[in-house]
C-alpha cells in the first residue's frame, strides 16, 4: 500500500506561482511512474503531468506546457509539481497519484492507469 499526501496549494494572484509537493510512504517509491490530476468544481478530473520511474519522461497536457514542471526526488520520496504563470482556470483540487505501469501518454493520462491517490490539495487563482 501506498500513502501519498499533497500539500503547497493556497490562494495566488494571476501570473503567480505555486510549488505543490507530494510525498509517499514506502519503500518502493521509485517502482511508480506519477502524476498530477486536477478537478475544478463541476468538472471531471483531468490529467496535467507525469513523470516516469528515472524521471527520463515526462508528459504535459497542453494547457500547462512551458508553465508547469514536473520533477521527483526518489532519495526523498517526494514528487513535485512546479507551477509558474498561473491563469484563473487552473483554479482546481490538484492530485497526486501513483501507478505500478508506465507507458505512452495516451496511458499516462488515464485516471484507470493509476493505483493510488492522494487527499487533494487546493489551488485558487485569482483574477
Known amino acids: 500500500q501506498v500513502q501519498l499526501v499533497e500539500s503547497g496549494g493556497g490562494l495566488v494572484q494571476a501570473g503567480g506561482s505555486l510549488r505543490l509537493s507530494c510525498t509517499t510512504s514506502?519503500?518502493?517509491?521509485?517502482?511508480?511512474?506519477m502524476g498530477w490530476f486536477r478537478q475544478a468544481p463541476g468538472k471531471e478530473r483531468e490529467f496535467v503531468a507525469a513523470?516516469?520511474?528515472?524521471?527520463?519522461?515526462?508528459y504535459y497536457t497542453d494547457s500547462v506546457k512551458g508553465r508547469f514542471t514536473i520533477s521527483r526526488d526518489n532519495a526523498k520520496n517526494m514528487v513535485y509539481l512546479q507551477m509558474n504563470s498561473l491563469k484563473p482556470e487552473d483554479t482546481a483540487v490538484y492530485y497526486c497519484?501513483?501507478?505500478?505501469?508506465?507507458?505512452?501518454?495516451?496511458?499516462?493520462?488515464?485516471?484507470?492507469?493509476?493505483?493510488?491517490w492522494g487527499q487533494g490539495t487546493q489551488v485558487t487563482v485569482s483574477s
Open positions: 497519484a501513483a501507478a505500478k505501469s508506465w507507458g505512452t501518454r495516451e496511458i499516462m493520462n488515464r485516471l484507470v492507469t493509476y493505483n493510488y
Open positions: 514506502g519503500r518502493t517509491f521509485s517502482s511508480y511512474g
Open positions: 513523470i516516469s520511474r528515472n524521471a527520463a519522461t515526462v
